[in-house]
């Protein structure tokens, strides 16, 4: 009985996460939500929203965000929550602000080779190693079909994808159906297992003999 109350416990608590990720991104997407972090604090609940713009969420005097606060506290079961906001700096490397933009791009009546292309080119400028935009639904007809946009070096699955592609997700409502948006991103600087650096002897004792003035940089300092 103790372990499945441990494992309820755990379910709740990540259905509850998941409730308030969907209860304040659809609160703030016109503020470019770019992601959400929930941790627990002795203080109680720190909820922190990233965005593009967080002018929008904050409001005129704390207006906006307030009333987020203040319903979070009602409607959702988190220990005196706390509201924070945080700007996104690079909205163009942030997977699920690239996806509201594509997203919202197709509900103006874009055509969603162009919109996927455009947004994979743009990331791809912004730094990135690598990006997959996935759109599925009725794209052009009465048939579902889904179709991918591949750029730079990309990982699929397993713990080094969980690790290092950023993952965002967006709906977008036309006529015809809902088109789902996923993009992913892998983090412009990331090094992958198998990469590995050959350097010469020279290069060594360099690096060696800059670790050491380091070190006594530090030494002195303290």
């Known amino acids: 009985m103790g372990k499945q109350n441990i494992l309820r416990t755990i379910v709740n608590r990540n259905v509850e996460r998941l409730l308030v990720r969907e209860f304040l991104m659809n609160n703030t997407k016109k503020s470019g939500f770019g992601g959400l972090d929930i941790r627990r604090v002795p203080e109680g609940t720190e909820v922190t929203v990233h965005a593009e713009r967080p002018g929008m969420v904050i409001g005129r005097k704390g207006k906006i965000i307030n009333d987020l606060q203040n319903r979070l506290r009602q409607e959702f079961d988190l220990p005196n929550p706390k509201l924070k906001v945080e700007e996104v700096k ?47 639904g009725k794209l052009t007809g009465s048939r579902n079909r889904t179709e991918k946009y591949i750029r730079g070096h990309v990982k699929y699955c397993g713990e080094t994808a969980l690790e290092h592609m950023d993952k965002g997700y967006s709906v977008a409502v036309k006529k015809l159906g809902t088109i789902g ?5 892998m983090r412009p ?23 050491e003035a380091e070190n006594a940089e530090g030494a002195d300092a303290q």
């Not at 594509?102 to 055509?111: D, M």
């Not at 990331?190 to 670790?211: C, D, F, R, V």
């Open 90 to 136: 690079n909205p163009t490397l942030n997977a699920q602000v690239m996806a509201e933009k594509i997203a919202a791009s197709l509900e103006r009546g874009w055509y969603h080779r162009r919109s996927c292309h455009s947004g994979a080119q743009n990331v791809m400028d912004a730094g990135a190693r690598g990006v997959i935009i996935t759109v599925a």
């Open 181 to 185: 948006v996923t993009v992913e991103i």
């Open 189 to 211: 600087g990331t090094k992958l297992p198998h990469e590995i650096s050959i350097y010469s002897n020279e290069e060594l004792k360099i690096q060696a003999a800059q670790e």
